[in-house]
């Protein structure tokens, strides 16, 4: 594959995430207001219950051999917030790949613990690509490979540095939407839920009425 097909392809699953995310900002913010889309909204968690950590873990793993990919297929450089994102996203791959096997849903707030860094230093970066002059304050760019050069740009907007943001925001938000626990009729013990037919059945014998 070439790096201009591989652009187009990263693109594209981009817009994809964008679409995703747009859809749980309306019906988040709707549900506020509307018992209508509130009702939506939750139908919404239980259609993903259960696939948000394979979802997250899928484009943490895209995320992870994009960007070696770009940097060991097409040699591009990364530069020094580069590397800060990859900080963030790397470990994801392991994490959450260890979270959908053993059923793990917990692993949420340790994902959120390295998405929330990574999306500020992501932010940032799209910050310096649009405005280089930002990249002046602190010391932090190497000179001879600027955070501001844009090596990959597709439809105008989505570089490198928004790829990793879409990433970290998409994997952010399926962990915000991952229940705690499976639904209750996924977790229902058949056991259980006998003996409690059984008792309220033994409640109705006490409680009926004997004839004269």
Same mark, same amino acid.
């Given at each position: 594959?070439?790096?201009?097909?591989?652009d187009?392809?990263?693109?594209?699953?981009?817009?994809?995430?964008w679409?995703f995310?747009?859809?749980?900002l309306v019906?988040?913010?709707?549900?506020?207001?509307?018992?209508r889309?509130?009702?939506?909204? *939750?139908d919404?968690r239980?259609l993903l219950d259960?696939q948000t950590l394979p979802l997250?873990?899928?484009? *943490?793993?895209v995320?992870?051999?994009?960007?070696?990919?770009?940097s060991?297929?097409f040699h591009?450089?990364?530069?020094?917030?580069?590397?800060?994102?990859?900080?963030?996203?790397?470990?994801?791959a392991i994490?959450l790949g260890?979270a959908v096997f053993?059923?793990d849903?917990?692993?949420?707030k340790?994902?959120?613990g390295?998405?929330?860094?990574?999306i500020?230093?992501?932010i940032?970066?799209v910050?310096?690509e649009?405005?280089?002059e930002?990249e002046?304050?602190g010391?932090?760019c190497?000179?001879t490979n600027p955070?501001?050069?844009?090596?990959?740009?597709?439809?105008?907007?989505i570089t490198l540095?928004v790829?990793?943001?879409?990433? *970290?925001?998409?994997?952010?938000?399926?962990?915000?939407?991952?229940?705690?626990?499976?639904?209750?009729d996924?977790i229902?013990d058949?056991d259980?839920?006998a003996?409690?037919?059984?008792?309220?059945?033994d409640?109705?014998?006490?409680?009926a009425?004997?004839?004269a």
């Open positions: 594959m070439s790096k201009q097909s591989a187009t392809v990263f693109a594209i699953l981009t817009l994809v995430c679409a995310l747009a859809v749980v019906l988040a913010l709707g549900s506020l207001v509307s018992g889309v509130k009702a939506a909204f *939750s919404l239980d259960g997250a873990w899928v484009i *943490s793993l995320a992870l051999t994009g960007s070696l990919a770009y060991e297929v591009l450089v990364p530069c020094r917030y580069c590397w800060f994102q990859r900080i963030g996203i790397y470990p994801l994490i260890i053993t059923g849903r917990s692993v949420k340790y994902v959120l390295l998405n929330i860094p990574t500020l230093v992501s940032w970066h910050l310096i649009r405005f280089p930002l002046s304050v010391t932090s190497d000179p955070c501001s050069a844009i090596v990959v740009e597709k439809f105008g907007i540095p790829m990793a943001l879409t990433t *970290s925001v998409t994997v952010a938000v399926l962990m915000l939407l991952t229940r705690s626990s499976p639904l209750d996924e229902e058949p259980l839920v003996d409690v037919d059984e008792a309220e059945e409640a109705e014998t006490v409680g009425p004997t004839s």
